[in-house]
């Protein structure tokens, strides 16, 4: 048995003080007085700890496959060093999201081809019978006129392969790129990187006429991954006519709203609504949507993900509660327990429980910046970092 002591346990409903987490056979056995029995003893140092961060979407995992354009890495290899990079900034869980895109518009990628898709989740499936430090799953993403890719969802949805999909819709003129001024900037900035040559006025063109997944693809999609239980995400809400529409085909989230109105009409229709960590950290949305912050204070933000940068989840944590006095703990609960809830697996992640998984962070503030000193998965020591001064 080990035992966790000197720690400020940040627990679902607060901060538990003179507490010590007892862990065996790799879960929470106890939140006890002291460390009675315990073989191995780790002083927290009066530092927080808090349950591993579930991080529901990322990309990260894309730029350590392909650094460059012209520059791909093995498979295998770029999970090992991305999960690394993750463990030290308190992931361990990953939903890894890798798109089914149709067009070239934001620039061709060997990663968003049905080949590099299947094989990524094939690796995902398989690393846990191998050394490893993490949890990982696969977020698959879907752009709504791929219509190729409801064949392909079905049979990853069935295999085994998929712990969430989402449904994407990037014509302009709506969702993130409801200005078009917006649209044609990131047109623009990924042009060097291989996007197709041409003119806003054809690319207008070919979204007016080009054919989507219908609602019974999207209802049957969904209604297998529920069977399966996997969560499904809509991505870029930015009315209420859109929210209405993925109530009536089973989506469970609401991943980055648009408006602020449309976050709370999510809230209300019973949606879990996602917003990205690095909004926080920048003040506003890099396509100038919602404040993501706006959105926590205004009780609409349920679930705090990396998005494009995963050391955002750990300093949004504390920003919200040093500039706004948003409670640590209602803070933490949005990078732990809200996405376990929604991924569906809080019965085993998610918070410092009895039972629940011994996947625990030590966090300390040095400098004025929170940093993970250590680390477990699954009751084992997978980090331990010094600082020198």
């Known amino acids: 048995m080990k035992a966790i002591v000197n720690g400020r346990i940040v627990a679902p409903g607060g901060i538990l003080e003179n507490k010590t987490v007892l862990i065996q056979d790799g879960r929470i056995l106890d939140l006890a007085c002291g460390p009675e029995g315990a073989e191995q003893i780790i002083d927290a140092g009066?530092?927080?700890?808090t349950p591993g961060f579930i991080d529901v979407?990322?990309?990260?995992?894309?730029?350590?496959?392909?650094?460059?354009?012209?520059s791909q890495m093995d498979f295998e290899l770029a999970l090992k060093e991305c999960e690394r990079e993750l463990l030290?900034?308190?992931?361990?869980?990953?939903?890894?999201?890798?798109?089914?895109?149709?067009?070239?518009?934001f620039g061709m990628s060997p990663l968003r081809t049905k080949a590099s898709v299947r094989k990524f989740s094939d690796l995902v499936e398989s690393i846990h019978s191998r050394n490893h430090l993490i949890h990982h799953r696969f977020h698959l993403r879907i752009e709504i006129d791929n219509l190729e890719a409801f064949d392909i969802a079905r049979d990853m949805i069935e295999g085994k392969r998929v712990h969430e999909i989402s449904f994407m819709d990037h014509t302009p003129g709506q969702g993130q790129y409801r200005s078009l001024e917006v649209y044609e900037r990131s047109i623009s900035g990924y042009r060097a990187k291989g996007a197709v040559s041409m003119e806003m006025e054809e690319i207008l063109r070919y979204h007016e006429t080009k054919e989507t997944l219908s609602f019974r693809h999207l209802r049957e999609l969904t209604e297998l991954a529920h069977a399966n239980g996997i969560a499904v995400a809509s991505h870029d809400d930015d009315t209420e006519e859109k929210l209405a529409v993925n109530r009536a085909v089973g989506v469970d989230i609401s991943e980055f709203p648009i408006l602020l109105e449309t976050a709370r009409a999510a809230?209300?229709?019973?949606?879990?609504?996602?917003?990205?960590?690095p909004n926080i950290l920048m003040g506003s949305s890099?396509?100038?949507?919602?404040?993501?912050?706006?959105?926590?204070?205004?009780?609409?933000g349920d679930i705090l993900c990396s998005d494009y940068y995963p050391p955002a989840i750990l300093h949004a944590i504390f920003l919200m509660n040093r500039k706004y006095g948003v409670p640590l703990w209602e803070?933490?609960?949005?990078?732990?327990?809200?996405p376990a809830e929604a991924m569906k697996i809080d019965g085993e992640y998610g918070s410092v429980e009895p039972g629940k998984r011994a996947d625990l962070l030590i966090v300390d503030v040095l400098d004025g910046y929170p940093v993970i000193t250590h680390a477990l998965v699954d009751g084992k020591p997978v980090l331990r970092v010094e600082y020198r001064r």
Do not use: W
Request: aromatic letters at 8%; charged letters at 20%; one cysteine or more.
């Open 46 to 49: 009066g530092r927080y700890i």
């Open 57 to 70: 979407h990322s990309d990260k995992i894309e730029q350590f496959i392909q650094p460059r354009p012209t």
């Open 88 to 105: 030290n900034i308190g992931i361990t869980t990953i939903y890894h999201s890798l798109s089914l895109m149709k067009d070239d518009f």
């Open 267 to 277: 809230r209300r229709e019973g949606f879990f609504t996602v917003v990205g960590a």
């Open 286 to 300: 890099h396509s100038g949507n919602m404040s993501a912050a706006e959105a926590i204070l205004d009780g609409c």
């Open 331 to 338: 803070m933490v609960r949005r990078a732990t327990l809200a």
